[in-house]
């Protein structure tokens, strides 16, 4: 298995910019996760799915934060506006239902200027 | 709300020796994960520890559950120099579903 796939692995934008970030979690995985991770708050969940159906979105910081899922194979994080402080790694992790491991990707580099 | 602490948060070792990582949590945490991770890498699992008295090894390290205590060790033997990384704790509570909390991070360098 290729593991779960984010895209793009960098993106530098200026601060107003619309940004999304996709990912496609491990075939047969029915929980998706996004995390941020900066220096200052550490790794942090933003929002998870099971089986789509976003379950707890209570980490998303502001309404400029989005996340969908339209299918069991890809979801996108959108920021709209993007602003500096938005600057971080973020990570997109899956596990399946029957199992506690949770496989993390790649992560995307998000530089906003 | 589950909050997970790790100490120490930094920590210089020399190959050969011996030393311990400690995980504390809040509240009842149904299983505990421990991840690595190299700088600008993405978290590499090592362990999930799913009930009291829970002990896995895997070559140099060995992770230890203790829920009474709220718990949990990694513990580095005869460190190498390509265990230098950060090492995160997380715990997991079934009543939130399959969300994690993480600890801070253990950022480990072993010299030679």
């Known amino acids: 298995d290729a593991g779960v796939i984010q895209s793009p692995r960098h993106e530098v934008t200026e601060m107003g910019q619309e940004v999304t970030l996709r990912c496609k979690p491990i075939?047969?995985?029915?929980?998706l996760f996004w995390y941020r991770q900066t220096m200052m708050r550490g790794l942090e969940l933003l929002i998870y799915?099971?089986?789509?159906?976003?379950?707890?979105d209570s980490g998303m910081p502001e309404d400029r934060f989005s996340a969908k899922m339209p299918n069991a194979s890809f979801s996108t994080l959108k920021i709209q506006p993007s602003e500096p402080r938005d600057s971080a790694v973020y990570f997109c992790a899956s596990n399946s239902g029957t199992g506690y491991e949770q496989y993390f990707g790649p992560g995307t580099r998000l530089t906003v200027t | 709300e589950l909050k997970v602490e790790q100490n120490p948060l930094f920590l210089s070792m020399q190959e050969g020796k011996n030393y311990t990582i400690y995980c504390n949590y809040s509240t009842t945490s149904d299983r505990l994960y421990w991840y690595r991770q190299d700088p600008g890498k993405s978290l590499e699992s090592l362990f999930v520890l799913l009930s009291n008295g829970a002990v896995k090894q895997e070559g140099r390290l060995m992770a230890s559950l203790d829920t009474k205590a709220r718990l949990s060790t990694l513990h580095i033997t005869a460190a190498v120099h390509d265990l230098s990384a950060t090492y995160f704790c997380?715990?997991?509570?079934?009543?939130?579903?399959?969300?994690?909390?993480f600890g801070e991070g253990t950022q480990l360098t072993v010299n030679p």
């Open positions: 799915f099971n089986n789509n159906v976003p379950i707890d």
């Open positions: 997380a715990g997991g509570q079934e009543a939130s579903g399959s969300r994690l909390t």
């Open positions: 075939s047969g995985h029915d929980y």
